[in-house]
């Protein structure tokens, strides 16, 4: 049966915890239309509280015309039919509640949708109205204002500026649907205050903030050229500092603002930051009085190679501590190719171009990347701080590199001219059962195909089975549980290609050196391995767990 996983209303619930990201689109569909919605969520609750996580994240659920996956948001209060209704999020939190999970929703304020009533309005008004400079709109360049007014670079492909039949340009970082918001608009941050309120009044724990380096932009005249510098990929930070709209220090004033909202609740309310920005400007998110948290992008982007971890471990661990909080660690998310299938490619592979030869060049190793997936979740949950599992991880979903062009949806896709396939390969909706219409998505098909044999990855396929991925994953987050609340973190003595390292009472090893390594002896054995292991060898890829103080 399954388990009460809350720690209550302990304020710091979020410092060491385990949050497990539901992308709705994609998790379970009650009603059958192919799409997840916010019952099928609900029905599958279970799993969650059984993994042993304290939290779900839920990814945009409100309604949205669905340029990107619902990130395109035309009325932040409301669900979109597709998913469901408010009714039914408010029956999810409830059962969440039950379950002792927290709820973490998505909030989403550098842009809105090009349907939301304020750009129709805006578009409705005359340059230099009150309702245009809700957005960032600009006369061009060039003698008939025909030249964009800056070269700044989309993340999903082509220019940032769209022009509007008057001949202004309003500018979106990501889909021409999704109109940049003025954040130096007072009614924007309003807007916003009091849409937090309304979805914290209706009782969800925290929100996970979309963006949260990307809302104040430098629009002093003329505009800054950026050259290109901002064509890095999505999460990735821009080069260099002091870039016209990525990461200002003005960015900061509302996350200020908003943490006071957050504290206005008991217990107080917390929120996550997705902040693509490196390793030194990360912690500035998360200082005191900002957010609680910060995704870990540089871990997540770290290569299969012992010295790399070692480096972003360490930096990770002392730029949360000069801010007096602990990093996130992330592995996978709705953005990425999944981590199975990166660590199953050769070093150093662009996955861009991977997914464009439909994940034939260079060919995946899978049992490699299965072997260090399972070690890589080993290493993340014995870190002090919190682990965000993206939903499939611990079913040892791969990447499918190899859907059909014509099922493809994200906007990067057409934006880049089919020269980037973009993310839905990590997308595909997950299966619960060994067979049936959409391996148990739901009682009807699923909007981004399931490859053959998806239901061999299946919870029910699983379960129960020794050695499965997703036992690993439910003995590791029991086992992780007894040791969290002791942060302390000290490296071992290591052998090349080794990590080794305490966090608390907990021992950790992963060898990532490619050859078998001797185990330190131990009376006990290990208390978890990733893989086959005798407690005397640690063969490559594998990870074991060890208890340094035998109780
Ligand atoms: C974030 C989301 C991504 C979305 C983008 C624009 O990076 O994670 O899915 O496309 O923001 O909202």
């Excluded at 509302?254 to 107080?268: G, N, Q, S, V």
């Excluded at 005191?288 to 990770?316: K, M, T």
């Excluded at 682990?387 to 040892?396: H, K």
Aim: charged residues 25%; proline residues 9%; negative net charge.
């Amino acid at each position: 049966m399954t388990q009460s996983t809350s720690r209550g209303d302990d304020a710091d619930w979020w410092r060491e915890s385990v949050v497990y990201q539901i992308y709705v689109p994609s998790f379970a569909d009650a009603d059958g239309d192919g799409m997840g919605d916010l019952r099928g969520v609900t029905d599958r609750l279970g799993h969650v509280a059984e993994l042993g996580a304290d939290a779900v994240w839920l990814t945009p659920f409100y309604r949205s015309p669905w340029a990107d996956g619902g990130y395109d948001v035309s009325d932040y209060r409301d669900v979109d039919p597709r998913h469901g209704t408010l009714e039914d999020f408010r029956e999810l939190l409830e059962s969440a509640h039950a379950l002792g999970l927290k709820v973490i929703v998505d909030i989403v304020p550098n842009h809105c949708s090009s349907e939301h009533p304020w750009f129709a309005e805006a578009l409705a008004s005359p340059p230099g109205s009150p309702a245009r400079d809700r957005f960032v709109f600009m006369d061009g360049r060039g003698p008939d204002g025909g030249e964009p007014p800056s070269d700044w670079q989309s993340k999903f492909g082509g220019g940032v500026w769209t022009r509007v039949p008057d001949g202004q340009w309003y500018m979106h970082i990501f889909a021409a649907e999704q109109p940049d918001l003025n954040w130096e608009n007072p009614e924007v941050a309003a807007e916003f205050e009091s849409i937090l309120r309304f979805w914290l009044d209706l009782g969800v724990d925290g929100f996970r903030i979309d963006v949260a380096h990307g809302m104040r932009k430098d629009l002093a005249l003329p505009l800054r050229d950026t050259n290109g510098s901002d064509s890095a990929p999505l999460n990735a930070p821009p080069e260099g500092h002091d870039h016209p709209f990525w990461d200002r220090d003005e960015v900061h004033d509302i996350h200020r603002a908003w943490r006071k909202i957050l504290d206005e609740y008991t217990p107080p309310r917390i929120a996550v930051a997705e902040a693509g920005v490196g390793q030194a400007r990360l912690p500035l998110y998360t200082r005191p009085d900002e957010l609680h948290q910060a995704f870990n992008f540089p871990y997540l982007r770290c290569p299969w190679d012992a010295g790399a971890y070692r480096e972003v471990i360490d930096s990770s661990l002392e730029g949360a501590r000069s801010v007096g909080s602990l990093p996130t660690w992330v592995l996978s998310n709705h953005d990425v190719v999944r981590h199975l299938s990166r660590h199953a490619l050769p070093a150093g592979t662009d996955t861009v171009a991977w997914l464009m030869s439909d994940g034939r060049e260079p060919a995946a190793d899978q049992e490699a990347g299965r072997r260090r997936a399972r070690a890589a979740a080993l290493l993340t949950l014995a870190l002090p701080g919190t682990a965000y599992l993206y939903q499939g991880e611990e079913l040892g979903l791969p990447e499918v590199a190899d859907l059909p062009r014509e099922a493809l949806r994200d906007p990067m896709w057409e934006r880049t001219g089919n020269t980037r396939r973009g993310r839905d390969g990590c997308r595909v909706p997950l299966p619960w059962e060994r067979s049936g219409p959409s391996c148990g998505f739901g009682p009807g098909g699923s909007w981004l195909p399931q490859p053959d044999g998806w239901g061999e990855h299946s919870v029910e396929a699983q379960t129960g089975r020794p050695g499965s991925f997703l036992e690993l994953y439910r003995t590791a987050l029991k086992t992780r549980r007894s040791f969290t609340g002791d942060e302390s973190f000290t490296w071992l003595p290591a052998r090349d290609g080794e990590l080794a390292f305490r966090k608390g009472a907990l021992e950790c090893r992963v060898n990532l050196s490619g050859a078998p390594l001797p185990l330190p002896p131990s009376e006990a054995g290990p208390l978890l391995a990733s893989g086959p292991c005798d407690g005397r060898t640690l063969p490559p890829d594998t990870a074991v767990w060890l208890d340094a103080q035998p109780r």
